[in-house]
């Protein structure tokens, strides 16, 4: 079946501006996962949501990163008044439920800020 | 919270040898550990995974054994083949908290 789909792709922001990035999970995986991995690092976590809710968002460093998962399935992560040193590779992942099981990731999203 | 340590960072190991990759981590509570293999540009792909209640998991030329006393776990990979060439993630978690990932380890199999 389908896997986990991210878009766009690669995403080029002038400093300052807004963001949207989205993903669509694996259909009938209930949770959700938003990482940002930065050159040379692992996947950092940010926000986990289990259904609509977002069951822990931790990770987001600060008030300017944002999730939504309206309808259970697809999930915006928006960023808001970018920065430089928000330039990585954000990664959705998907399982079937929250715990311990096992994470599908999708392709990831490229965004550039200069 | 969660602290997971990774070694080497790279590895260069001649085709047909075998590879060793190596994590501890620090929450006693954590009991899922699963590898990711990252090649350049692509999204990690989780290889193989291991839960607490067992010591070692096998699938073909890849294992993982665990040790909780000791809070380590290690990805053994036999008769290595120049497309295993990639950045190989640990990672761990207890459940009820974020999965946590080591920095990686860049393996590279020369032909």
């Known amino acids: 079946g389908a896997g986990v789909s991210q878009t766009p792709s690669n995403k080029v922001t002038e400093k300052g501006k807004y963001v949207e990035l989205r993903c669509d999970p694996i259909s009938g995986h209930t949770a959700l996962y938003w990482y940002r991995q930065s050159l040379g690092q692992g996947p950092e976590f940010l926000i986990y949501?289990?259904?609509?809710?977002?069951?822990?968002d931790s990770g987001l460093p600060n008030d300017r990163f944002f999730a939504v998962r309206p309808e259970g399935s697809v999930s915006t992560l928006k960023i808001q008044r970018t920065e430089r040193g928000d330039s990585a590779v954000y990664l959705c992942?998907?399982?079937?439920?929250?715990?311990?099981?096992?994470?599908?990731f999708g392709p990831g999203t490229r965004l550039t800020v200069t | 919270g969660e602290n997971v340590e990774q070694h080497p960072s790279t590895l260069s190991v001649q085709e047909g040898d075998s590879a060793v990759i190596k994590c501890t981590y620090s929450?006693?509570?954590?009991?899922?550990f699963p590898w990711y293999k990252q090649e350049l540009g692509k999204r990690p792909q989780l290889i193989i995974d291991i839960r607490s209640n067992v010591g070692e998991k096998k699938d073909q030329r890849i294992a993982v054994t665990l040790n909780k006393t000791a809070k380590h776990f290690s990805l053994h990979i036999t008769e290595t083949q120049p497309e295993d060439s990639a950045v190989y993630f640990c990672a761990a978690t207890s459940g009820n908290t974020p999965l946590v990932f080591g920095k990686g380890t860049r393996l590279s199999v020369i032909a």
């Open positions: 929450d006693s509570a954590s009991n899922y």
């Open positions: 949501f289990q259904g609509t809710g977002a069951a822990d």
């Open positions: 992942a998907s399982s079937l439920t929250g715990g311990r099981f096992e994470q599908y």
